[in-house]
T-cell receptor
Framework: AQRVTQPEKLLSVFKGAPVELKCNYS??????LFWYVQYSRQRLQLLLR??SRESIKGFTADLNKGETSFHLKKPFAQEEDSAMYYC???????????FGSGTRLLVRP | DTGVSQNPRHKITKRGQNVTFRCDPI?????LYWYRQTLGQGPEFLTY????????KSRLLSDRFSAERPKGSFSTLEIQRTEQGDSAMYLC??????????FGQGTRLTVV
């Protein structure tokens, strides 16, 4: 069955520290992986997708098919990065997304 | 704000009542999606439309749920005979073809 696992509900780091939010997926086909972010009182928005291989707001994520992972990383966390982060798996061409349960990132000053 | 618009933002209803939510997608987006998000969980796919055709429905969408997109523009999601387990945030998203979906701010339903 298709599944996305985000093992950490809360990740707390100090400003300037490196951040890694973990995401593992289960899917037998060719996956498309995304990271979505939800800042306080705002709507869910796309942060990045693996096929674009871009860095957004200093975040990067590499798809590792061998480990079925798509971890989100940032070398130096900022307070404004505090938010809820969701990893999502896209399947087929319907653009139906399967989301993980989310990780709350708290960046302390 | 020209993004995806959802109304109402909040709805409190008594168990057994019917409720209807509306989603206005971004203009000219031909795909529209409904998701449900319960506390502590990520969004779960409910259904999606391409233009006015409902192409896929999750098994989460019981017989009490019905979604329509009559003219391929706005969509409505109706829940009949609401139950406490229906309490959740209902999210709508739209996209142009296989482009990335844009999400609305959601309708929070509380069934008392």
């Amino acid at each position: 069955a298709q599944r996305v696992t985000q093992p950490e509900k809360l990740l707390s780091v100090f400003k300037g520290a490196p951040v890694e939010l973990k995401c593992n997926y289960s899917y037998s086909g060719s996956p498309e992986l995304f990271w979505y972010v939800q800042y306080s009182r705002q709507r869910l928005q796309l942060l990045l997708r693996h096929i674009s291989r871009e860095s957004i707001k200093g975040f990067t994520a590499d798809l590792n098919k061998g480990e079925t992972s798509f971890h989100l990383k940032k070398p130096f966390a900022q307070e404004e990065d505090s938010a809820m982060y969701y990893c999502a798996l896209g399947m087929d061409s319907s653009y139906k997304l399967i989301f993980g349960s989310g990780t709350r990132l708290l960046v302390r000053p | 704000d020209t993004g995806v618009s959802q109304n109402p933002r909040h709805k409190i209803t008594k168990r057994g009542q019917n409720v209807t939510f509306r989603c206005d997608p971004i203009s000219e987006h031909n795909r529209l999606y409904w998701y449900r998000q319960t506390l502590g969980q990520g969004p779960e796919f409910l259904t999606y439309f391409q233009n006015e055709a409902q192409l896929e429905k999750s098994r989460l969408l019981s017989d009490r749920f019905s979604a329509e997109r009559p003219k391929g523009s706005f969509s409505t999601l109706e829940i009949q005979r609401t139950e406490q387990g229906d309490s959740a945030m209902y999210l709508c998203a739209s996209s142009q073809g296989e482009g990335r979906p844009f999400f609305g701010q959601g309708t929070r339903l509380t069934v008392v």
